[in-house]
């Protein structure tokens, strides 16, 4: 089992950066693969970006590549995602969560989720 929290989230003027994290907890962290979803007010939740469980491969949405990278240290147990050139359109609540497939990029194949973390680009 393993549990997951964010962090990181905040207000940042169109253009700028964030940085969000998300720690692990339980022995099993690294035989995860491990995405992110934002959920904006009256949206559904829609995937992100994933890595595999070593880290050797990334996915990505259209909307996000080239300016969002994600990643993962697993001796840590964290998980990381990047934003940079944030847009107002990408104002969400950001969750990470945890799958045993890898590459997942619907939310059924995911198993376990974090609270979330809220992040307001102002234009």
């Known amino acids: 089992q393993v549990q997951l929290a964010e962090s990181g989230g905040g207000l940042v003027q169109a253009g700028g950066s964030l940085r969000l994290s998300c720690a692990g907890s339980?022995?099993?962290?690294?035989?995860?693969?491990m995405g992110w979803f934002r959920q904006a007010p009256g949206k559904e939740r829609e995937f992100v970006a994933a890595?595999?469980?070593?880290?050797?491969?990334?996915y990505y949405t259209d909307s996000v590549k080239g300016r969002f990278s994600i990643s993962r240290d697993n001796g840590k147990k964290m998980l990381y995602l990047q934003m940079n050139s944030l847009k107002p359109e990408d104002t969400a609540v950001y969750y990470c969560?945890?799958?045993?497939?890898?590459?997942?990029?619907?939310?059924?194949?995911?198993?376990?989720w974090g609270q979330g973390t809220q992040v307001t680009v102002s234009s």
């Open positions: 969560a945890a799958s045993r497939a890898m590459g997942a990029t619907t939310t059924e194949r995911y198993e376990y």
């Open positions: 339980g022995r099993s962290f690294s035989v995860y693969g």
């Open positions: 890595v595999s469980w070593s880290g050797g491969s990334t």
